[in-house]
């Protein structure tokens, strides 16, 4: 089966501009999971999916980020404005239910200047 | 959320069984507890996860304490390929089965 597409691999932007990653899950996986990962770190949950509803986005700056999951499959991830701690890589996951395996995507890696 | 704790790194050697400790005495009677690798430049991946007796995959063994305060990751055979971060992740399953990564364990792996 395909894994999980992210895009782009790799983005440079200036603070206080804004970014989108997207990400495309495994079909008919239905949780689908952001997290932030600083170099040298674990990653970060930001915010979980359920088909196209929230179920935990606690973690999540909303202040400056955004996500959204129109239609209960494709997500896109919004930073606005950036600011040079933002400077991560972004993973997306998915999984088929709350109680199975994530697979995770190769992530999108941002770097703030 | 249940803690774990593992060591910061580790080292084996080509060809042999690889043994990752994990503690999590803190552990609930429907807490899974979950291993993931993450390679480098690139998303972590599930090895295995258990919920109280030993499991066994293609990939590794996970063998549980009888009290369940304690895990082990076991590689039978190291290759240069495994050489990577292993998490080990607590989640309560059906209460989102969110998963809070530590640090891991570095693992080396040495021709």
């Known amino acids: 089966e395909a894994g999980v597409a992210q895009s782009p691999r790799y983005k440079i932007i200036e603070k206080r501009q804004s970014v989108a990653f997207w990400c495309n899950p495994i079909?008919?996986?239905?949780?689908l999971y952001w997290y932030q990962q600083i170099l040298g770190q674990g990653p970060k949950l930001l915010i979980q999916f359920q088909n196209n509803g929230v179920v935990d986005d606690s973690q999540l700056p909303k202040d400056r980020f955004s996500a959204e999951r129109l239609k209960g499959v494709d997500s896109t991830l919004k930073i606005q404005p950036a600011k040079l701690e933002d400077s991560a890589v972004y993973l997306c996951a998915s999984s088929l239910s709350q109680n199975y395996g994530y697979t995770f995507g190769s992530g999108t890696r941002l770097t703030v200047v | 959320d249940a803690k774990t704790t593992q060591p910061n790194s580790m080292e084996s050697n080509e060809e042999e069984p690889v043994h990752l400790p994990c503690n999590h005495s803190?552990?609930?009677?429907?807490?899974?507890i979950h291993w993931y690798r993450q390679l480098p430049s690139q998303g972590p991946e599930y090895v295995i996860h258990g919920l109280t007796s030993n499991v066994n995959n293609r990939m590794a063994s996970l063998a549980i304490a009888e009290d369940r305060k304690s895990s082990t990751l076991i590689l039978h055979r190291a290759t240069l390929r495994d050489a990577a971060v292993y998490y080990c992740?607590?989640?309560?399953?059906?209460?989102?089965?969110?998963?809070?990564f530590g640090g891991g364990t570095r693992l080396m792996v040495k021709p």
């Open positions: 992740i607590l989640s309560v399953y059906n209460a989102g089965n969110m998963l809070t």
């Open positions: 803190t552990i609930s009677g429907t807490d899974y």
């Open positions: 079909s008919g996986h239905a949780t």
